[in-house]
């Protein structure tokens, strides 16, 4: 696939780049970005540009729509890792599957190589607790077609859900929802954000919160971040267990007339892994 479809679109990502590179730097800088100018200049050049285009094909239209795209990604990129540094990791969550939902679009419609952001974005995913998740499903009247208005699903409406139209993306707005038809819990949904709730100090968001603690006192750059690797250790509360102290099982015995032959219990360990700066390999990927 091309990196994009159109001569203007690639003259577009060129002027970007630069801006989109000084965003990048300043994640590290500043251990993530809460909200940047930089996003909002390059947004608002996309928008004139969108403008200046008007009357130009479908595919420079497209183009700018993966474009704005690109930037979002970035955006959502710096605010992900400033949550993790000043310990919003609830809401990190959510701007995670964000990011993610914006790389298919980005993969779906262009050739930019956005690969450094999702590999370690994918290793950051594995820290978080969330691994059942809630799934609903409604009646409702009629799906409203974004672009045109008329109902998607009906041979009035010409287009295709998921698609572009002229940089515009056709999807279905629920109208005059009905009823509840279900809700299940399921391990593979299509929306991760519809999950359990934890409060930010819960004990569950350990591993975040212990990376969360090295971005913010500067012992690892977000560049920096290489992945999880996940092993087993002995439980901190067996080792330090005497003879004579209540057994770690909770039988109410002494250690030594319980579990002392037994094998040590185990428990998960994470390993944060470093690797070298990704931040040259997603600007070259752009």
């Known amino acids: 696939m091309l990196v994009l479809k159109s ?32 996003i909002k200049l390059l947004l608002s050049k996309l928008a004139d540009a969108r403008i200046a285009h008007e009357s130009s094909p479908d595919e420079v239209h497209d183009d700018i729509f993966v474009l704005e795209t690109y930037v979002k990604l970035v955006g959502e990129y710096g605010l992900l890792w400033r949550q993790l540094a000043t310990s919003q990791f609830s809401e990190s969550w959510s701007t995670l599957q964000n990011a993610f939902g914006l790389i298919r679009l980005i993969k779906r419609f262009s050739g930019i190589n956005v690969s450094a952001i999702e590999d370690q974005l994918c290793a950051l995913e594995t820290a978080y607790p969330y691994n059942i ?48 038809d279900h809700l299940a819990i399921v391990e593979q949904p299509v929306d991760k954000r519809c999950t359990v709730t934890y409060a930010n100090d819960a004990p569950q968001f350990e591993v975040v919160r212990y990376l969360g603690r090295l971005l913010s006192s500067r012992k690892l750059l977000a560049s920096n971040f290489g992945g999880i690797a996940w092993g087993k250790r002995a439980s901190p509360k067996h080792q330090s267990l005497g003879r004579n102290d209540p057994c770690h099982c909770g039988s109410g015995l002494k250690y030594k007339k319980c579990c002392i032959d037994k094998p040590p ?15 040259e390999r997603v600007a070259a990927g752009a």
């Open 7 to 38: 001569p203007a679109g690639l003259q577009l990502l060129s002027e970007i780049r630069d801006g989109v590179r000084s965003h990048l730097l300043s994640i590290d800088a500043e251990a993530g970005v809460e909200e940047s100018n930089r």
């Open 133 to 180: 998740f809630f799934s609903m499903g409604a009646v409702v009247e009629r799906f409203e077609c974004s672009i045109c208005g008329k109902d998607i699903d009906s041979f009035d409406c010409s287009h295709r859900k998921g698609e572009l139209y002229r940089g515009q993306m056709a999807h279905g707005i629920a109208r005059n929802i009905l009823r509840l």
């Open 265 to 279: 219990p185990q428990q998960d360990h994470a390993q944060i892994l470093p690797t070298h700066s990704i931040l």
